[in-house]
């Protein structure tokens, strides 16, 4: 196998995802974080000027969507066939069209007032409109997993994003039988179980 870098912030942001795909291949992998003071330094030497980036045998490669992707697959972890890559596709692309508002709120609005405005209505509204929709996918599953059944890079994700608004609201995923169970399978993963449990 390559020998895996994963350069992000010491944070979970965009770099979960990818670490998520790494412990769930029992994939070993450097997990190099940046802070305020340290990343001017090495963003010269990044290919866009930003990260995640992902570096394979010495060679760094940007955009996490394209990471997710690579990861994925070269682990067996975007579906057995065409189809299921498909559908984790599709499950990629709804979490996609729900990104502009979470950006929104905790990147681009800098004003408190409407910042607290704007998040209301992400929990309210927005999140839920496509939680609606990844219910209805893994509905249409018929199965503990939203593709196939066994992991992919679809219950990564869902896992992710799901982790990042029950901070804020608890009980939104109160109506989603279905993601929450799909959680319990992620959370109890042989493959995956010690990392959730100790990760920062």
Known sequence: MPNYRLHYFDVRGRGEIIRLLFNAAGQK?????????????????????????????????????????????????????????????????????????????FVEEKDEEKKKTLLEKLLNDDAPKYLAQLEHVALQNGGAYFVGNSLTLADLAVFDLTDNLLQFKPDILSTFPLIVNNRKVVETSPALASYLKTRK
Request: overall charge negative; some cysteine.
């Open 29 to 105: 992998f450097e997990d190099v974080r940046y802070t305020k003071e340290t990343w001017p330094l090495f963003k010269p030497s990044t290919p866009l000027g930003q990260l995640p980036c992902l570096e394979v045998d010495g060679t760094l490669y940007p955009q996490s969507g394209a990471i997710y992707s690579y990861l994925a697959r070269e682990f067996g972890l975007y579906g057995k066939n065409n189809m299921e890559i498909f559908k984790v596709d599709i499950v990629m692309n709804i979490i996609n069209d729900l990104m502009p508002f979470i950006v929104s709120v």
